[in-house]
């Protein structure tokens, strides 16, 4: 069974940059039947995906945060992380990272989550 | 861009049955997976595939979709099952993830 769990920091400044990690545990992050995934949720709001990875690099983004994000992928440490960059208070969140099974994308492990507060 | 529309609350007595239903132009076209998130917690899948249930999961949970519409039904519902439940889609056309805008089942 797929553990993950996310880890950066708590709180962020207006106009900065946040770096958030996934730890990958139970499995590897060079698996081929997983690509592996952000996605956020502002306080009292619904799911947002941010965007996708798999192990040949290829890509994936919400179109509204393809600009601002980037997601890479780490396989000799087993962790994938998010770049979002440009800070504002509407990227105050929750962000989980998960594991995405199969062509129709279906994520079936999750982190615990972490809350990302934007303000100076 | 592809949308899915959910009710934002339904509310049951236990032991009935709750129906959630997830909209979409042609959604019975696509793969639709279901996750159910507590208070305080990450999402969990309940139904992925339209139909098909990860281990662990009561089969009091079913799912079905066709047409317009796909549904996460509750039999026989229990308190623990109030959650927000969140429908999802892959878009092929768009090569994007989509989430609907999530459905909070209270349990009266």
């Known amino acids: 069974q797929l553990q993950l769990q996310e880890s950066g920091p708590g709180l962020v400044k207006p106009s900065e940059t946040l770096d958030l990690r996934c730890s990958v545990s139970?499995?590897?992050?060079?698996?081929?039947?997983?690509?592996w995934g952000w996605v956020r949720q502002p306080p009292g709001k619904g799911l947002e995906w941010i965007g996708s990875?798999?192990?040949?690099?290829?890509?994936y983004y919400n179109p509204s945060l393809r600009s601002r994000a980037k997601i890479s992928l780490d396989t000799s440490e087993n962790h994938f992380s998010l770049r979002l960059t440009s800070l504002t208070a509407a990227d105050t969140a929750v962000y989980f990272c998960?594991?995405?099974?199969?062509?129709?994308?279906?994520?079936?492990?999750w982190g615990q989550g972490t809350l990302v507060t934007v303000s100076s | 861009s592809f949308v899915l529309t959910q009710p934002s609350s339904e509310s049951v007595a236990p032991g009935t049955t709750a129906t959630i239903t997830c909209g979409g132009i042609?959604?019975?076209?696509?793969?639709v997976h279901w996750y159910q998130q507590r208070p305080g917690q990450a999402p969990v899948l309940v139904i992925y595939?339209?139909?098909d249930r990860p281990s662990g999961i009561p089969e009091r949970l079913s799912g079905s979709n066709s047409g317009n519409t796909a549904t996460l039904t509750i039999s026989r519902v229990e308190v623990g099952d109030e959650a927000d439940y969140y429908c999802?889609?892959?878009?092929?056309?768009?090569?994007?993830?989509?989430f609907g805008g999530g459905t909070r089942l209270t349990v009266l």
């Open positions: 042609n959604i019975g076209s696509k793969s």
């Open positions: 139970g499995g590897s992050a060079s698996s081929t039947s997983h690509y």
């Open positions: 990875i798999y192990y040949t690099g290829n890509n």
């Open positions: 595939s339209d139909t």
């Open positions: 999802q889609v892959w878009d092929t056309s768009a090569n994007r993830v989509v």
């Open positions: 998960a594991s995405i099974r199969g062509s129709f994308r279906i994520f079936d492990s």
